[in-house]
C-alpha cells in the first residue's frame, strides 16, 4: 500500500485547508486510517482517525474544529481542517494499518500564519 498526502499550504489563521490521502493497492477498506502532525521541532502526535467501520476520533485540541472522512471507492481519506491556528501548524502524514501491517504516506506541510 502507498500512501499520497497533498493539500497543504499557507493559510492564515481562521482559515481552512482540505487534506486528502490518496492510497493505492486494494486493501484500502480493509485498513483503519489517522492523520497525524509534526511540529516544528516536536515529535509526531496523533490527530484523527476513522476506523474500517466509520468510526472517528480526534484530539481534543481539533474537535470541533477538524473533520476526517474516507471513500473506500476512491481509495482515499481527507481531513477538513476549519478554523486553523497558528499551533496547528506542522507536517501532516496520513498512516493506514491493519492486520497486514502499517503504512504511512509522505508528508503535507501546512503553515498557519498569525
Known amino acids: 500500500v502507498q500512501l499520497q498526502a497533498s493539500g497543504g499550504g499557507l493559510v492564515q489563521a481562521g482559515g481552512s485547508l482540505r487534506l486528502s490521502c490518496e492510497a493505492s493497492?486494494?486493501?484500502?477498506?480493509?485498513?483503519?486510517l489517522a492523520w497525524y502532525r509534526q511540529a516544528p521541532g516536536k515529535q509526531r502526535d496523533w490527530v484523527a482517525s476513522?476506523?474500517?467501520?466509520?468510526?472517528?476520533n480526534y484530539r481534543d485540541s481539533v474537535k470541533g474544529r477538524f473533520t476526517i472522512s474516507r471513500d473506500d471507492a476512491q481509495n482515499t481519506m481527507w481531513m477538513q481542517m476549519n478554523s486553523l491556528r497558528p499551533e496547528d501548524t506542522g507536517v501532516y502524514y496520513c498512516?493506514?494499518?491493519?492486520?497486514?501491517?502499517?503504512?504511512w504516506g509522505q508528508g503535507s506541510l501546512v503553515t498557519v500564519s498569525s
Open positions: 498512516s493506514a494499518s491493519g492486520q497486514i501491517g502499517s503504512y
Open positions: 476513522v476506523t474500517t467501520g466509520g468510526y472517528t
Open positions: 493497492g486494494s486493501i484500502f477498506s480493509l485498513l483503519n
